[in-house]
T-cell receptor, first 111, second 114 residues
Framework: QKEVEQDPGPLSVPEGAIVSLNCTYS??????FMWYRQYSRKGPELLMY????GNKEDGRFTAQVDKSSKYISLFIRDSQPSDSATYLC???????????FGTGTRLLVSP | SAVISQKPSRDICQRGTSLTIQCQVD?????MFWYRQQPGQSLTLIAT?????????ESGFVIDKFPISRPNLTFSTLTVSNMSPEDSSIYLC???????????FGQGTRLTVV
């Protein structure tokens, strides 16, 4: 069993839709939970991160962590075609030093 | 922030040969890492590049196959040795600046072994 599971998609939505991306994990030692966005032929870039449980909001993006269920989510409101990318969840017990990634979910937002 | 430059951006190599990938950062950083992104697979940490000492490898990765150098706080190389088609992947350099608030990634090196 992988430490981090993520549905690879692709997930296709119309512009303006609310998008929900999710990951589950098995390692209870994870304390840091990140979401990265990766455009084609580019390196991942950090969208947001959460330490321990709870919610965090940044503009159209909201990250949620439920440690009791070992489940994290990223919500994108009012999705735009420019949001089309692969979204990677990542986790760590030691901050940003050794990240364990999901496989990534490919998101396609159509105009 | 940190700007990372990786070279080459892509290469096609013959099996049995070796390729060295360079990672240059525009500022001194505490931690440098090398990841592999195989087709359809998750980004996987290969090793932590330690300045002035041997790299620390993750389970399943060995120095003979992936020798790493880090001569200073802004530069590192990863060599993929004795390549086989299974080594076809994207290799990414990552840095953590010491503030533990973000890890930055290079654009990756897309390697195809034929």
């Amino acid at each position: 069993q992988k430490e981090v599971e993520q549905d690879p998609g692709p997930l296709s939505v119309p512009e303006g839709a609310i998008v929900s991306l999710n990951c589950t994990y098995s390692n209870s030692a994870f304390q840091y939970f990140m979401w990265y966005r990766q455009y084609s032929r580019k390196g991942p870039e950090l969208l947001m991160y959460t330490y321990s449980s709870g919610n965090k909001e940044d503009g159209r993006f909201t990250a949620q962590v439920d440690k009791s269920s070992k489940y994290i989510s990223l919500f994108i409101r009012d999705s735009q075609p420019s949001d089309s990318a692969t979204y990677l969840c990542a986790m760590s017990g030691t901050g940003f030093q050794k990240l364990v990634f999901g496989t990534g979910t490919r998101l396609l937002v159509s105009p | 922030s940190a700007v990372i430059s990786q070279k080459p951006s892509r290469d096609i190599c013959q099996r049995g040969t070796s390729l060295t990938i360079q990672c240059q950062v525009d500022s001194q950083v505490t931690m440098m890492f090398w990841y592999r992104q195989q087709p359809g697979q998750s980004l996987t940490l290969i090793a932590t590049a330690n300045q002035g000492s041997e790299a620390t490898y993750e389970s399943g990765f060995v120095i003979d196959k992936f020798p790493i150098s880090r001569p200073n706080l802004t530069f590192s190389t990863l060599t993929v040795s004795n390549m086989s088609p299974e080594d076809s992947s994207i290799y990414l350099c990552s840095v953590e600046t010491g503030r533990n608030t973000e890890a930055f990634f290079g654009q990756g090196t897309r390697l195809t072994v034929v």
